[in-house]
């Protein structure tokens, strides 16, 4: 079979050449009856894109690469989710891996990204340091990552522990506890745990940090998260619990040990999550959650990719209240 062209599809679609190119380059100047017009002419005819072609003839690339931490957490999932949602009706594709353990393989999968022409890079990853990423000649779009002179998007991470704790204090909770799975204290998300010490600081309180939470979906974490659960009854046997978590995932877990412990909720403890992904809303209690608005946070990425500025966005984090709360 001849290969099919620009010019197959806009014969067969009956508009100009000029239109077609749009359709692949600029798809927004187009009506939605142009644009399901040439849609269909091209599910037609079989045709299939050379990209590499369209990279090298125009110099501009719908290649995106974005970077994980990891893919097991309910964040990145459903980021990943918004980030195609977002990207797709822009025509982006992206590129996506996991983080390396080092920096020398961090930036080894950077080059390999470069060598596809990404128009950026979305990096969650914190292996490097923000001057190694100002030292990247590609354009660098950072979520919930330490600052720098690039492009980032944070959620209000103090405002959001903050307002867990006084959530937790008005329902009357009478020990406060954080629970997270470990942190650096020049990542963003440090200062959900600041927001939320500060504001518990006048009653009794404590702050546990377990890297075996890490995977929620673990037996690791799960034997790990049954032993705070145990030393945490133990040590207020009188107190009503009130239990802010780094994350959905982990503010799951705890709310199924506390199911399988008979701990009832919110009488006896309550639970707030982060995030408000969908896990959140899936438990079998929906879990009170700070939500960052990873739909607007994603949104805001795709959007830096055709107007790149270095700056910080900050995202605002809302309480929003569900089962697990009063």
């Known amino acids: 079979m001849d290969k099919i062209g620009i010019k197959e599809i806009a014969e067969k679609s009956g508009v100009s050449l000029t239109t077609v190119s749009r359709y692949f380059n600029k798809p927004d100047l187009l009506s939605k009856k142009t644009k399901e017009k040439i849609q269909n002419a ?18 501009k690339s719908n290649l995106v690469g974005i970077i994980f931490p990891q893919l097991h957490l309910s964040f990145y999932t459903e980021l990943l989710n918004q980030l195609i949602k977002y990207g797709g009706e822009k025509d982006y594709s992206f590129i996506v891996y996991t983080s390396r353990d080092t920096k020398e393989e961090e930036l080894s999968m950077i080059d390999m990204l470069k060598s596809y022409r990404v128009k950026s890079i979305i990096l969650l990853s914190h292996i490097l340091s923000p001057k190694d990423i100002e030292e990247l000649d590609v354009p660098i779009i950072s979520i919930e990552r330490t600052g720098g002179n690039y492009c980032q998007i944070n959620s209000d991470n103090y405002t959001g522990g903050k307002l867990a704790a006084e959530k937790l204090i008005k329902d009357g909770c009478e020990a406060l506890i954080h629970i997270n799975n470990g942190y650096y204290e020049n990542w963003p998300s440090f200062k959900r745990i600041i927001g939320f010490e500060f504001s518990v600081k006048n009653m009794p309180n404590e702050t546990i940090i377990s890297e075996d939470l890490t995977d929620p979906y673990s037996e690791i974490a799960s034997n ?28 799951n877990m705890l709310q199924r040990d506390f199911i399988r412990k008979g701990i009832k909720m919110p009488e006896d403890a309550e639970i707030i999550g982060y995030d408000n992904s969908p896990v959140s809303d899936h438990a079998i209690y929906p879990i009170t959650s700070i939500d960052q608005n990873i739909p607007l946070m994603a949104e805001i990425a795709i959007n830096s990719l055709d107007t790149y500025i270095p700056h910080e966005n900050v995202v605002s984090a809302t309480l929003i209240t569900k089962s697990t709360t009063m």
């Not at 091209?42 to 110099?59: C, P, S």
């Open 224 to 251: 790990a998260m049954s032993s705070i659960v145990d030393t945490l009854l133990k040590k207020y046997p009188d107190k009503k619990l009130g239990i802010f978590c780094s994350n959905d995932d982990i503010a």
């Open 42 to 59: 091209i599910q037609e005819l079989n045709y299939n894109q050379d990209n590499v072609a369209r990279i090298l003839a125009t110099g």
